[in-house]
């Protein structure tokens, strides 16, 4: 991205913020104000990549440093990746057959009986628009705005019950 464009990301993703935090003074439950909270820090952090790619932008111009244009590189992938994650987070380890949940302890998804041996890892489930609220129309317009995912997914346990 060119400089101008990292510019216009940076006031959409301001205007964003600001928006949601306005809208947040409309919540009437704990939830809510926790989503919004979070999208809130999501835009935050999206918004000083984007400071940071711009500063190294301008050192790649004034040739202050000949490894700048690496780390340029390696912060225009770190943001291609960038997500917010508003509620659950999921690891899996398939060969050990552990999980976690928003980088808590490992759980082993194994159990073993007369019928034998049982995997069962939880699942996410994205939260639908009731829950989500005004929020819904919100995330998809900074989705289509700035390209950035955006992920309001929970864990749910489908067969054993889990932790």
């Not at 999206?46 to 040739?63: D, F, K, N, P, Y």
């Not at 943001?79 to 980088?103: K, P, Q, S």
């Not at 302890?105 to 489930?125: F, K, Q, R, T």
């Not at 989705?143 to 346990?157: D, K």
Request: with cysteine; glycine share 8%; charged share 30%.
């Amino acid at each position: 991205m060119t400089t101008d464009q990292n510019l216009a990301l940076y006031t959409k993703l301001a205007g964003f913020r600001l928006f949601v935090l306005a809208n947040r003074l409309d919540c009437d439950s704990d939830f809510s104000r926790e989503l919004h909270d979070r999208l809130v820090e999501g835009l935050e952090a999206a918004s000083q990549r984007v400071r940071a790619i711009m500063g190294l932008e301008r050192s790649v111009l004034a040739g202050d440093d000949e490894y700048v244009a690496y780390r340029l590189d390696g912060e225009i992938d770190i943001f291609g990746r960038f997500a917010v994650n508003l509620l659950d987070e999921l690891d899996i380890d398939f060969d050990t057959h552990e999980y976690r949940i928003n980088g808590g302890e490992w759980i082993n998804a194994l159990s073993a009986d007369c019928d034998g041996i049982e995997i069962d890892y939880p699942e996410l489930v994205a939260l639908s628009d009731i829950e989500l609220g005004s929020l819904a129309s919100i995330i998809r317009d900074i989705r289509q705005e700035t390209g950035i995912s955006i992920q309001a997914v929970r864990v749910v346990y489908t067969r054993g019950g889990g932790a």
